[in-house]
């Protein structure tokens, strides 16, 4: 029963690098997210979506591009890593029907750009 | 008004205290809400759904009040082991969840 699974758990970057974080769940949930949180602080919304082929912006989507090619699997590029984007990146799904049931979180990619 | 609001505490209270938080939403036609833990560098999990007409699970107990748009977490006999960061989650107007930034408690011995 894998839930929601990350890779990679840890990673450091260099300035200008690109990177790919996967992210893949198993429950068959329409919706899926991408959350940064920085040391001490709440989680932030980067993209979500709603379903396979659509994606919408969160609260700071600038330096990151998101893809939902299939129901399972959604993502997240950086394409010029900058230190700003050093955090803890979550991803999580829900399912939205008649109304919404928990999210699930995978466990985390520890970023950091040097 | 934000989406979903917080306190952000800390909120640092003695064992064996009695805690609560609150949680206040904007978008009136919500209907779904919950509360999570995260522990320090872990991921959020699920503490309890929260239902219209409230809900208790052990010395946890959650509060909806629509009409005021806000939802409660009381916490009774507090444990070392309740120390976390408790988050409120709404769901939102397009079918997403909304987290709240969460609020901090620390019990101490």
């Known amino acids: 029963n894998a839930g929601v699974t990350q890779t990679p758990k840890f990673r450091i970057l260099k300035i200008g690098q690109s990177m790919t974080l996967q992210c893949t769940q198993d429950m068959n949930h329409n919706y899926m997210y991408w959350y940064r949180q920085d040391p001490g602080m709440g989680l932030k919304l980067i993209y979500y979506?709603?379903?396979?082929?659509?994606?919408d912006k969160g609260e700071v989507p600038n330096g990151y591009n998101v893809s939902r090619s299939t129901t399972e699997d959604f993502p997240l590029r950086l394409e010029l890593a900058a230190p700003s984007q050093t955090s803890v990146y979550f991803c999580?799904?829900?399912?939205?029907?008649?109304?919404?049931?928990?999210?699930?979180f995978g466990q985390g990619t520890r970023l950091t750009v040097v | 008004r934000k989406e979903v609001e917080q306190d952000p505490g800390p909120f640092n209270v003695p064992e064996g205290a009695t805690v609560a938080f609150n949680c206040t939403y904007s978008?009136?036609?919500?209907?779904?809400f919950f509360w999570y833990r995260q522990d320090c560098r872990k991921e959020p999990k699920l503490l309890m759904s929260v239902y219209s007409s409230g809900n208790e699970d052990g010395r946890f107990t959650a509060q909806l009040n629509r009409a005021s748009q806000y939802i409660s977490l009381l916490i009774r006999d507090s444990k070392l082991s309740d120390s976390a960061t408790y988050l409120c989650?709404?769901?939102?107007?397009?079918?997403?969840?909304?987290f709240g930034k969460g609020t901090k408690l620390s019990v101490k011995p």
């Open positions: 999580a799904s829900s399912y939205t029907g008649q109304g919404n049931t928990e999210a699930f």
């Open positions: 979506s709603v379903g396979a082929g659509i994606t």
């Open positions: 978008n009136s036609a919500s209907q779904s």
């Open positions: 989650v709404v769901g939102g107007s397009q079918g997403n969840l909304i």
